[in-house]
């Protein structure tokens, strides 16, 4: 019982509740913007937005109101924060794809969007960690407009090709996804073991 | 109050997002910008489309950060009793997001600007784009801020970012044609779906009409979303809660009016987005310059601008008016035209060459492959594609060669082309197209078989000295043209 009261204080804490609505919200969002005839561009630039969206999401649950005072105390927060940040990715990842499976269509595939979302998680995970969870969404959304500028880029060369600009690369691609991997892991460990750059009163 | 302004300017998070945005700058603009060819109204429209996404991103979301930071520390009640009214307190933090966010905007736009100055031959730099860049950078703060302040949350600053870059970057969806509200949106430069195109504001003024609707809707937006800071009811006493109702007022008043003037643009005939209320006619008439020419035997002129093309083109072209330059009939200068701009079903642009209005007869009209719309080309393509396409033309002004032109003209266009080197021809047509080969629709050519006598007669007159064909071609031109030259009396 003790374990149970103790991850339903952290996630209240951390406001996940609120974050599993947006989540759901983004989704519905995606869903609906499917319905629309998007070109070719819109169609590969679309789902890279509301990826980015659910990572932000994920990613403004690091913040913690409580500070050095639950870092001291806390013997269970690594695990409390692995726990919490691996299971919201996946759930980002699980609600845009069912939301784009009951009806839908996403012209770069299944492959992409759990590439993309655990990429640019990751991402913000090491700006928390760096400059903080107030601060978190700056990588991400930094990284959304260099995705969204390599996927423009198939059309008009010189191409952005580099692995670490995946959304840029096939869904299929190697090395792109082993790059978002790559960070998604260093972002998760990061936030595990040292978790965000806190000030008091940042997380509201 | 100016020392608070200090104060906010020391403490705005906006600072610590500059490298970011400079970064993104340099990867989504600067690098893709300088790539492209060194016209200023390129420029300029990479410019207005590029930055404004990337510093909209970066202040939307710093600009709610900021907005949300009373309520984030809790400090809502202990501020309410501070001298100064809360919409004024709160207008503070928002002017430093913004000042600081335009400061690097303006050093973004020097360093592209200097860069291009470095580069481009002629002209100068454009402002009207930048102005609506900097217009963007203080709406997009203002929209922030003012969501940031309503929403106080720690989801608010990433969702309201992205959630602003969708509507920017993925809304130019809903354009179709020249007449749409949504070319009001700050990252639309001219026809969408059109790149940037160096014959646009090269041979005439640049057009503003569009960059004025587009400064007026995002000046409205802003001054919108800063009054509604000041409508709750403890934001201020009842005279400075109206004042703020008027200037929301007011803000959306000329938001709505751009977005309506935007709606009657239609693309005009020079390139730009024409709208009537806000058009100067002064802009529909050409702009003077002094042509850039080339030593050739017969000139090459150019736009001034295009200076950077003349050596390769002059260069590819000097072969054929060695050939043709002197005799009668010949242009005494090749001077290069612009194009005309005409809007077609849905965002499709067609681009044509009407023909000269007026001015001297014997002036060639060349137009460059780089004044339609198509891949990107290097110096030396684009003066292979110009001899290609008008080396038939040329020869055939001086030899009269043609549908209803006799064996013999057609023999001695074929001969003075193949003594300039030209194998094979694309041959333009009336209709702007352009196709390669003997079979071409239009051409106007009768191209001479292999095989046939007229074709030996081109051979044996080609493989003349150059100054004995020159020397025939002086003296039988008139009775050439007049189809009274056989095959046999060529020599």
Redesign the interface.
């Given at each position: 019982m003790t374990g149970i009261r103790l991850v339903r204080l952290y996630a209240v804490g951390r406001r996940v509740p609120f974050a599993l609505i947006a989540l759901a919200a983004i989704a519905t969002g995606l869903r609906i913007a499917l319905l629309g005839n998007w070109d070719a561009y819109g169609a590969l630039q679309l789902p890279l937005c509301f990826e980015a969206a659910a990572a932000v999401t994920v990613v403004a649950t690091t913040a913690s109101p409580f500070g050095e005072p639950e870092r001291v105390a806390g013997r269970w927060l690594p695990f409390l924060r692995l726990a919490v940040t691996f299971v919201l990715t996946a759930a980002a990842a699980g609600t845009l794809l069912a939301a784009a499976a009951i009806g839908g269509h996403l012209s770069e595939g299944t492959l992409d969007v759990l590439r993309n979302v655990a990429g640019i998680t990751g991402i913000g995970l090491l700006s928390a960690a760096v400059a903080g969870s107030g601060l978190s969404w700056t990588g991400p959304t930094a990284y959304l407009v260099a995705g969204v500028y390599a996927l423009y880029t198939r059309w008009h060369p010189p191409t952005l090709t580099w692995p670490w600009l995946w959304p840029g690369r096939p869904p299929h691609d190697l090395g792109g996804a082993l790059c978002a991997g790559l960070v998604f892991a260093a972002g998760l460990a990061v936030i595990t073991l040292r978790g965000a750059r806190d000030r008091l009163g940042d997380g509201a | 109050m100016t020392r608070l302004l200090r104060v906010e300017l020391r403490h705005n998070?906006m600072v610590?997002?500059l490298p970011?945005v400079v970064?993104?700058f340099w990867?989504?603009t600067y690098r893709k910008t300088v790539?492209m060819a060194p016209f200023w109204n390129v420029r300029a429209a990479s410019l207005q489309l590029n930055a404004v996404?990337?510093f909209a991103?970066?202040v939307t979301?710093t600009a709610a950060?900021m907005g949300?930071r009373e309520?984030?520390?809790?400090l809502t009640d202990q501020l309410t009793v501070t001298a100064r009214p809360r919409w004024a307190r709160l207008l503070v933090p928002w002017a430093a997001t913004a000042i600081w966010a335009l400061v690097v905007y303006f050093g973004c736009v020097a360093w592209l600007y200097a860069a291009t100055a470095h580069q481009a031959s002629w002209g100068g730099p454009l402002w009207w784009p930048v102005a609506v860049g900097a217009a963007s950078v203080a709406a997009f703060s203002a929209l922030g801020f003012a969501v940031g302040t309503c929403l106080?949350?720690?989801?608010t600053?990433?969702?309201a970012?992205?959630?602003a870059?969708?509507v920017l970057?993925?809304s130019t969806?809903l354009i179709h044609g020249s007449q749409s509200y949504w070319n009001v949106s700050p990252i639309v430069t001219g026809p969408w779906d059109m790149a940037p195109q160096p014959g646009v504001a090269t041979f005439y003024p640049f057009a503003p009409d569009l960059p004025i609707a587009q400064v007026m809707f995002l000046v409205g937006l802003t001054a919108a979303l800063l009054g509604t800071l000041g409508l709750p009811a403890g934001a201020g006493g009842r005279p400075l809660r109206l004042a703020a109702a008027g200037l929301t007022g007011a803000g959306l008043l000329a938001a709505g009016t751009a977005a309506g003037l935007a709606g009657t643009g239609t693309l005009g005939p020079h390139g730009m987005i024409d709208i009537p209320a806000l058009h100067d006619a002064a802009s529909d008439r050409p702009l003077r310059y002094t042509p850039v020419c080339s030593h050739t035997a017969i000139p090459v002129c150019f736009n001034p601008a295009y200076a950077r093309y003349l050596p390769a083109t002059a260069g590819a072209l000097a072969p054929v008016l060695d050939q043709i330059a002197g005799l009668p009939g010949a242009p005494a200068r090749i001077v290069q035209e612009s194009v005309t701009y005409r809007q077609e079903p849905g965002n499709g642009v067609a681009v044509f060459y009407a023909g000269r209005s007026a001015g001297p007869a014997r002036v060639f009209p060349v137009v460059l492959a780089d004044q339609v719309p198509g891949p990107a080309m290097t110096a030396a393509q684009m003066a292979d594609q110009a001899a290609s396409m008008y080396a038939g033309g040329l020869v055939r002004g001086v030899i009269g060669d043609g549908p209803a032109a006799s064996p013999a003209q057609n023999a001695v266009a074929r001969a003075v082309l193949t003594a300039a080197g030209v194998r094979q021809l694309t041959i333009s047509s009336p209709s702007g197209k352009a196709a390669r080969g003997t079979d071409a629709p239009d051409s106007g050519r009768q191209e001479v078989a292999p095989g046939t006598t007229a074709y030996a007669a081109a051979v044996r007159f080609a493989a003349l000295p150059a100054s004995a064909r020159r020397a025939w071609l002086v003296r039988h031109i008139a009775a050439l043209r007049a189809g009274q030259v056989t095959l046999e009396q060529i020599p």
């Open positions: - | 998070a610590l997002l970011v970064a993104l990867l989504t790539a996404l990337d991103v970066s979301g950060w949300s309520a984030r520390h809790r106080p949350s720690r989801f600053a990433p969702l970012t992205i959630a870059f969708f970057a993925l969806q």
